[in-house]
């Protein structure tokens, strides 16, 4: 079964602006990550939040935790033409890691 | 300088086929993983390798066999080739936990 689900679906910005992605799940995590994905290119790990944490930022990124509602939020502020891409959450399901579930992406697509 | 290769990155074949996907890491890691991608984008996990052995086989028909003669490769083998198995395969890999992956450019299998 699909353990992330991404929200929303595609989305649409000018450069320059904020974009908001979230992510809903299903069972209890140990940690949660967002990967990006370029077209015809493999995944890039962007972000690892644990658990037992909130908030984390990364340069123009920004992810948020909320365990009691199953969900996480990634915010991209003054986004560029080559923030462009498919972005993915992905849990552990609580294997140790050996067995991660990735949501079905939201598609962002940047206008210069 | 590649972190995770895959070989080779086209194959179109036809139905009844049996071909091979190679993976290599160069980056010490102890897990790998096989991932299939759709044509929707969904990125669902097949197989995960620990130190050689099978932690992980995600209901994937016996077509397909992984074989991972080292740490360093986990090779794909499918038998019997199906228009269902046409998708992109990636590789992943990752050391320990909280295991971040690293993934490989991907391989585009199309079966006529």
């Known amino acids: 079964s699909q353990q992330g689900e991404e929200d929303p679906q595609a989305l649409s910005i000018q450069e320059g602006e904020n974009a908001t992605m979230n992510c809903s799940y299903k069972?209890?995590?140990?940690?949660l990550q967002w990967y990006r994905q370029n077209s015809g290119r493999g995944l890039v790990h962007l972000i690892l939040?644990?658990?037992?944490?909130r908030e984390k930022h990364s340069g123009r990124l920004r992810v948020t935790l909320d365990t009691s509602k199953k969900s996480s939020s990634l915010l991209i502020t003054a986004s560029r033409a080559a923030d462009t891409a498919s972005y993915f959450c992905?849990?552990?399901?609580?294997?140790?890691?050996?067995?991660?579930?990735f949501g079905a992406g939201t598609r962002l697509f940047v206008k210069a | 300088d590649t972190a995770v290769s895959q070989t080779p990155k086209y194959l179109v074949t036809q139905m009844g086929n049996d071909k091979s996907i190679k993976c290599e890491q160069n980056?010490?890691?102890?897990?790998m993983y096989w991932y299939k991608q759709d044509s929707k984008k969904f990125l669902k996990i097949m197989f995960s390798?620990?130190?050689?052995?099978?932690?992980i086989n995600e209901t994937v028909p016996n077509r397909f066999s992984p074989k991972s003669p080292d740490k360093a490769h986990l090779n794909l083998h499918i038998n019997s080739l199906e228009l269902g198995d046409s998708a992109v395969y990636f590789c992943?890999?990752?050391?320990?936990?909280?295991?971040?992956?690293?993934f490989g450019p991907g391989t585009r299998l199309t079966v006529t």
């Open positions: 992943a890999s990752s050391q320990a936990a909280p295991r971040q992956q690293y």
């Open positions: 069972t209890s995590i140990n940690n």
């Open positions: 939040i644990r658990s037992n944490e």
């Open positions: 992905a849990t552990d399901e609580n294997t140790g890691g050996f067995k991660t579930i």
């Open positions: 980056l010490g890691h102890d897990t």
């Open positions: 390798y620990n130190n050689k052995e099978l932690i």
